[in-house]
């Protein structure tokens, strides 16, 4: 398979850092470009919006801006950045958005790790996450789910 673009969802768990390191290796491998994005999920932000009496746009405003920053610090500590090709904050349901975007980019791989920032447990480390899931199921393009520890060439 020839590579040129792969989608690395980020949601800033331990797991997805794993991910991202795979990407790494798989992008500089293939000589391949990464765009990495991060999904605000828009019904988190109307249960914050709800229990703080804030108006939802509000509540985005600030979850895209710490967003933001939080990718700042997350890339600041990985060694990989002339990889990305752009780094994206989107808002929706996550693998809707996920779905869209890889599209629209005519991404050759998404690449996503195991279990999400909600944790894992005995369930998850048995089944793949609802996001990874539904992502797999809308899109044509092949789908690498990454579960933690997992290394390039590592047998």
């Known amino acids: 398979m020839n590579l040129s673009l792969i989608v690395v969802?980020?949601?800033?768990?331990?797991?997805?850092?794993?991910?991202?390191?795979?990407?790494?290796?798989?992008?500089?491998?293939?000589?391949?470009?990464?765009?990495?994005?991060?999904?605000?999920?828009?019904?988190?932000?109307?249960?914050?919006?709800?229990?703080?009496?804030?108006?939802?746009?509000?509540?985005?405003?600030?979850?895209?801006?710490?967003?933001?920053?939080?990718?700042?610090?997350?890339?600041?500590?990985?060694?990989g950045e002339e990889l990305v090709?752009?780094?994206l904050v989107s808002y929706g349901p996550p693998f809707q958005e996920i779905a869209v975007k890889a599209r629209e980019l005519q991404a050759d791989l998404i690449l996503m790790g195991g279990y999400g920032s909600r944790g894992k447990g005995q369930i998850d480390e048995i089944f793949f996450g609802s996001t990874v899931e539904k992502v797999i199921r809308l899109l044509p393009c092949p789908v690498l789910c990454v579960p933690i520890g997992w290394e390039l060439g590592a047998s």
């Open 9 to 79: 969802a980020v949601d800033f768990s331990d797991c997805s850092a794993n991910a991202l390191k795979y990407a790494r290796e798989l992008a500089g491998n293939n000589k391949c470009e990464l765009v990495l994005m991060h999904v605000i999920d828009s019904r988190k932000a109307a249960c914050i919006a709800q229990y703080t009496k804030e108006p939802v746009e509000k509540v985005r405003e600030r979850l895209t801006n710490q967003t933001k920053q939080t990718f700042r610090k997350f890339l600041s500590e990985w060694d």
């Open 85 to 87: 090709k752009e780094t």
